[in-house]
């Protein structure tokens, strides 16, 4: 999985010269929490709303009308931004950039091609990304079935006896559960015959850890 095949491309931009004030309009409107900072195509830095607040919350605290007004008329985003943040090429690797993410804890990071900002890659690509493969908001049925430990139960025995059964499978991939680390075959399909498909997969001897019904 390659970062520009995955990545939000055209991300929200602010100019490094905007007021803190009109930064958290912005933010405000566009619904975001961080934005990449960018003069006349030149990638600067990146900004959080979180900083903004943080800054904006002192300034209030602070109870000096000087200071409030300084932060509503002369405190600019260069002033909060981080400058040099982490970032990802176009051709990182997925991995890399969970790695990066974790590593500097990072939930934000912007995607590079050379010295352009090409798009950014963030938490919620990777939650949107975990519900096309949970199939959210497409009516989608689905089972787990714990395939760990027992040489019996494979991927390929598992999917041979699903074909059988005529499904026609939408989203297929693996996890591991967090507590155990007990993987499991996690299945997304369309069926109106729920019930059915589930004797059956028991009938075969499976260890079924989950159902989802998505009307129920």
Avoid: C
């Avoid at 981080?82 to 990066?100: G, I, M, N, Q, Y």
């Avoid at 999917?159 to 007990?182: N, Q, R, V, Y």
Wanted: charge should be neutral; proline fraction near 3%; hydrophobic fraction near 40%.
């Amino acid at each position: 999985m390659i970062v520009k095949n995955w990545m939000t491309k055209h991300p929200e931009t602010i100019s490094s010269d905007l007021s803190a004030n009109d930064a958290m309009t912005l933010f405000k409107e566009s619904r975001v929490s961080f934005m990449a900072v960018v003069d006349n195509g030149k990638f600067r830095g990146l900004i959080a709303r979180r900083d903004l607040r943080e800054a904006a919350a002192w300034a209030v605290s602070s109870q000096d009308i000087y200071e409030i007004q300084y932060f509503n008329e002369r405190l600019k985003v260069r002033d909060v931004m981080v400058r040099k943040p982490v970032t990802l090429s176009v051709d990182d690797t997925v991995e890399d950039a969970l790695e990066k993410g974790k590593k500097f804890g990072r939930t934000f990071l912007p995607v590079m091609d050379g010295e352009v900002l090409v798009g950014s890659l963030s938490n919620r690509d990777f939650t949107q990304a975990l519900k096309q493969l949970l199939g959210e908001g497409d009516g989608l049925h689905g089972v787990s079935i714990e395939i760990n430990g027992d040489p019996e139960v494979t991927i390929k025995k598992v999917l041979e006896d699903i074909f059988i059964m005529g499904l026609e499978i939408k989203s297929i991939f693996t996890l591991k559960t967090p507590d155990s680390g007990a993987k499991r075959l996690i299945l997304r399909f369309e069926t109106n015959h729920l019930k059915k498909i589930v004797s059956l997969i028991e009938k075969k001897g499976y260890h079924l850890v989950e159902v989802v019904n998505p009307g129920h």
